[in-house]
């Protein structure tokens, strides 16, 4: 049977076991083919019509195309552009399918993907809405505020806020880092917050005399926070604060994860929900050195438990630390360390428990290892990765 036909039946019915084998050796054979079989089946998933792909000849119907550019364009020309276009043939099947060109097809999805990684920078909105993407090569700058005023200095992957003028209003800026990167924010008591990949932090220019010092999280961060007695340092995330004076902890609170953890490193904090809920059942929760406490967001309670807290905190290090973790939670962590996006389509996996630890793995690697423990096949273009049934 032709690979077209087989790939229509995988995406409208089912396969049986002896052409699922066929198709998967197929896949397996090269990143071309992979490219194509993503193609069609985001085409299709869009609503393309794919009817065509039954009893198509994929191969002949790309020698016909050929014959017609060589006798429109000339010989040598297009052997140019079939060699430098020939992996994307997908596209070309997809057009002789739904009756679109191939070249139209191509550009646009060029221009989304350039769309999406322009959008995948560390970004600054200021409180007046105004945002700015860092640039990428890491270079010492300025921070200038709208009137161009100093009110920050990058350092490579840090941004510091500590040694710019007292200002005497409470101005917020937010910092958003996407997966696969992590940064630094010396904030300007000269407390100092390492940013996880997928999080932002909302933060003030200048703490004020006279006012707690709060910030807000959403994902995860480690703090070291300066010690001042007269201003309490509050982190909100959702509906749960942190109350220091100064010590060392982590928080992670994705907004995905049914819990809000904190682990604590050094010194103490209480955990309380924010001012927002104060009318609720909930009573204040102090933590100690060495323990951490998982804060359900709904019941706005939170369990202790005593841990190593270098689980909690290696990721500052480059470090992902899985322990007893179930494969579709592991997924999630995947996709924020290595900035990828992971489709999972082998039911049998999700709920499978893995303990592993990765550092200087790359994504195939780490997949490698979890195909060496249960066999899986998995498919990769570019930043996107499709685990097969």
Do not use: C
Request: proline content about 2%.
């Amino acid at each position: 049977m032709e690979v077209a036909s087989l790939i229509y039946k995988k995406l409208t019915s089912k396969l049986d076991e002896s052409e699922k084998f066929v198709l998967r050796e197929w896949l397996l054979a090269s990143e071309e083919n992979q490219v194509i079989y993503n193609n069609i089946e985001t085409f299709y998933n869009n609503g393309g019509d794919i009817s065509g792909l039954q009893g198509l000849d994929a191969h002949n119907a790309w020698e016909k195309v050929l014959e017609k550019h060589l006798a429109k364009k000339g010989q040598g020309r297009v052997k140019h552009i079939v060699r430098s276009a020939y992996k994307y043939a997908a596209v070309l099947i997809i057009a002789l399918v739904a009756g679109y060109a191939y070249w139209s097809y191509g550009t646009s999805t060029d221009a989304i993907a350039n769309e999406k990684a322009a959008d995948e920078g560390i970004v600054i909105v200021f409180d007046n809405g105004e945002k700015i993407e860092l640039s990428s090569d890491k270079k010492k700058e300025q921070l200038l505020d709208k009137d161009g005023n100093k009110i920050g200095e990058r350092n490579g992957d840090r941004l510091d806020y500590s040694a710019k003028e007292n200002l005497e209003e409470l101005v917020y800026n937010t910092l958003s880092v996407p997966n696969g990167r992590r940064f630094d924010i010396v904030l300007s008591d000269n407390s100092h917050v390492y940013l996880n990949a997928g999080s932002s932090l909302r933060y003030p220019v200048n703490f004020i005399p006279g006012k707690k010092r709060q910030v807000f999280l959403e994902g995860e961060a480690f703090f070291e926070v300066s010690k001042d007695k007269e201003h309490p340092f509050i982190v909100t995330s959702g509906n749960m604060d942190v109350e220091v004076l100064g010590t060392k902890f982590n928080v992670t609170a994705y907004p995905e994860e049914v819990d809000i953890n904190t682990v604590l490193v050094e010194g103490s904090v209480q955990l309380n929900v924010t001012e927002a809920e104060k009318n609720t059942n909930s009573s204040p929760v102090l933590l100690e050195p060495g323990h951490i406490a998982h804060w359900d967001k709904g019941s706005k309670l939170a369990k202790l438990e005593e841990v190593d807290t270098e689980l909690y905190t290696s990721w500052m290090q480059g470090k992902l630390v899985l322990r007893s973790m179930r494969f579709k939670d592991i997924v999630r962590k995947l996709e924020r360390h290595y900035g990828v996006s992971i489709k999972n389509k082998n039911e049998e996996l999700e709920d499978r428990v893995f303990t592993a630890t990765f550092d200087v793995e790359t994504i195939e690697e780490v997949l490698n290892t979890f195909v060496a423990e249960t066999s899986f096949d998995y498919l990769i273009e570019k930043n996107k990765i499709t685990i097969l049934e």
